[in-house]
């Protein structure tokens, strides 16, 4: 990662080590939530819309509660609005999923235009976080 520094004097490297163990959490839920697409070609009908229902849904919402969560933390600027762009991208993927859903069960391609467009704005936050996830430099402060 290319990511800008950002000296932390001022915050607490608890504060900033417990951000990175709910970022490492919303990783994890994150890959969980994207299984459904490895099964979306291989799967009966019923199991994915199962799946999208009892599992992915389930991890976004879980995603957005860690953010929320990480967010009440004493955090610099930039990770207050990283954190919001990832609220925003969960939200997107779970309305992506919606429209899969509905897609898959009704048995249509009608929702396509609309599911492009919600993946565009998902490519558009994934590049956006990316270009201003910030990395840390733990300074010692004196003693």
């Known amino acids: 990662h290319n990511l800008p520094s950002v000296s932390i004097r001022s915050y ?84 992506s999923l919606n429209l899969l859903y509905t897609s898959i069960d009704e048995r249509t391609d009608k929702y396509k235009a609309e599911a492009k467009m919600v993946n565009v704005k998902i490519e558009n936050i994934i590049k956006e976080v990316k270009s201003n996830s910030v990395k840390f430099r733990v300074i010692n402060r004196p003693s």
């Not at 839920?29 to 819309?49: F, G, Q, T, W």
């Not at 933390?73 to 919001?84: F, G």
């Open 12 to 95: 607490s490297g608890q504060a900033i080590g417990l951000y990175q163990k709910k970022m490492q959490k919303f990783v994890n839920l994150e890959s969980m939530a994207m299984e459904v697409y490895r099964k979306i070609n291989h799967s009966p009908r019923e199991e994915v819309l199962d799946e999208i229902k009892s599992r992915s849904l389930f991890y976004w919402n879980e995603n957005i509660e860690v953010i929320k969560d990480a967010d009440s933390l004493n955090l610099p600027a930039p990770l207050h609005l990283k954190d919001r762009k990832l609220i925003e991208y969960c939200n997107l993927r779970i309305q």
